[in-house]
């Protein structure tokens, strides 16, 4: 069977979206215009990281979600007959009722391989394939909690003692502040695992005295020399590649209390006045929330420029995306890919990204930005899910530590949709977003709703439809 590219499905025809009030729309335009001091068109979306060449088998790669009655050959006409050997594999559950159709493929040169990860999204037959790398016996763990204080050879020194029965150690990395030397309290281990066990450390190992937490990590692929424990790349100084780097590796700013020279506070609450903006939908089922947020943020936009026209649901919005972009089962990768479908129903779909740096200024701003627009309209945005936003269950205040913060600019984090409907402060002067969320009116203690802490950089990014 040869491989071809997959097709959205469930197209419909592009119309032409309009206000009530077409004859207004460029004083409208003016009034949106952003504060000076922040422009979107600064900040290219985040690059994708590639992965890290060490934590994968060698010029081998994996087929998942093959059809039943795939067989080598097929297998090899979809990667135009480069591989050198196919060998299928049945997945069982625990039931013995077969799950999946998969093979592993091996090549004959990484440039071989390359290319076959290309192909990851297109289809055999009529069903689309996931093809990815297949991970060795290597792993990056995340241990952070131990306190920064201590010096940085004793942190490693008990680290090494925890996990040397585990396997081969084959770096340490202890990200620290510049200005100080001290450890930001966490760090990073490339461990050969003996046999890929080492949870039963979770949840009660002491490094300096305090309880810590592990987990697995995917850092950046910029610091892929601090983990491996190799010599850094020479840059040109001064060059193009260099600043981009440097940016990366800039510490995402924690800021104190920057937003008390804003003066007056912008509160407001589309649950109280306008509820009709915000749709009702079911609780996620999956990796689907990309989808109920378009699906939300695309509702209320249209209700809010008086368009009676159709809003895409949830299923269509699923389906008419590119299957290439949801192959994972994990979601998609950035909502920007779902625009060539989203705006068959409007004018234009904008993502505008969280800036880059470690200047506050420029975080405020972005803030200031969006919550002009949220004031506005309810708006689709997306958030980093660090461990401590994982394990919150919604109710109160999600609150970051300063660990938490620091980690985004280490590590790959997915990322999670929500509706922002609200923004207020509490008794206790912590402003905060009010975030509808899409796991249903039972999660958390607001029906569905949680409060997120403002002036933490935790908001990614915020789509906008144009009508």
């Avoid at 979600?65 to 090899?76: H, Q, S």
């Avoid at 450890?183 to 050969?192: A, K, N």
């Amino acid at each position: 069977m040869s491989s071809q590219s997959a097709e959205p499905s469930g197209k419909k025809k592009k119309r032409k979206a309009r206000t009530k009030h077409e004859d207004e729309d460029e004083d409208d335009e003016k009034k949106r215009k952003l504060n000076p001091s922040y422009s979107p068109t600064m900040w290219k979306s985040s690059s994708s990281e590639s992965e890290y060449e060490g934590l994968y088998l060698e010029n081998q790669l994996g087929v998942s979600k093959l059809p039943g009655n795939a067989t080598e050959e097929d297998v090899l006409e979809f990667f135009n007959r480069t591989p050198v050997k196919v060998k299928l594999i049945d997945v069982f559950n625990k039931k013995n009722v077969i799950v999946d159709h998969q093979a592993d493929v091996f090549f004959a040169s990484r440039s071989a391989t390359k290319e076959g990860l290309k192909l990851n999204g297109r289809m055999m037959g009529k069903q689309v394939l996931y093809v990815a790398r297949r991970g060795n016996s290597r792993e990056i763990i995340c241990v952070s909690g131990f306190n920064n204080e201590v010096n940085i050879d004793v942190i490693k020194g008990e680290i090494r003692r925890k996990f040397r029965r585990r396997g081969k150690i084959l770096n340490i990395f202890l990200p620290v502040e510049d200005s100080t030397g001290l450890s930001l309290g966490f760090g990073y281990i490339f461990i050969d695992l003996k046999e890929k066990k080492y949870k039963d450390l979770i949840g009660h190992t002491e490094i300096t005295g305090r309880k810590v937490e592990i987990r697995s990590a995917t850092p950046k692929l910029c610091y892929r020399a601090e983990i491996e424990g190799k010599q850094q790349p020479v840059l040109e100084k001064g060059s193009d590649e260099e600043k981009k780097i440097a940016l990366k590796k800039t510490l995402l700013p924690i800021p104190p209390n920057l937003h008390n020279s804003w003066g007056p506070q912008k509160r407001f609450s589309w649950r109280k006045d306008k509820p009709d903006l915000i749709p009702e939908t079911p609780a996620q089922v999956a990796s689907e929330c990309w989808a109920i947020g378009l699906h939300r943020g695309h509702s209320a936009s249209c209700k809010q420029a008086g368009i009676n026209g159709p809003v895409p649901t949830i299923p269509e919005i699923l389906e008419g995306v590119d299957a290439a972009h949801q192959v994972s089962g994990e979601g998609i990768r950035s909502s920007k890919l779902a625009s060539t479908f989203m705006e068959q129903y409007c004018k234009k779909m904008v993502v505008h990204r969280r800036p880059r740096g470690g200047d506050v200024t420029l975080f405020e701003d972005f803030e200031r930005f969006l919550i002009d627009i949220a004031s506005k309209i309810p708006v689709m945005v997306t958030v980093e899910c660090v461990p401590g936003f994982q394990s919150f269950d919604g109710r109160g205040i999600y609150r970051p530590n300063d660990i938490d913060c620091y980690l985004r600019t280490f590590e790959k984090f997915p990322v999670h949709c929500l509706f922002l409907t609200g923004s207020d402060i509490d008794e206790n002067g912590i402003e905060y977003f009010q975030l509808q969320e899409t796991w249903g009116k039972k999660y958390g203690d607001d029906e569905g709703f949680i409060k997120m802490e403002r002036h933490k950089c935790l908001i990614k990014s915020v789509v906008v439809f144009e009508h």
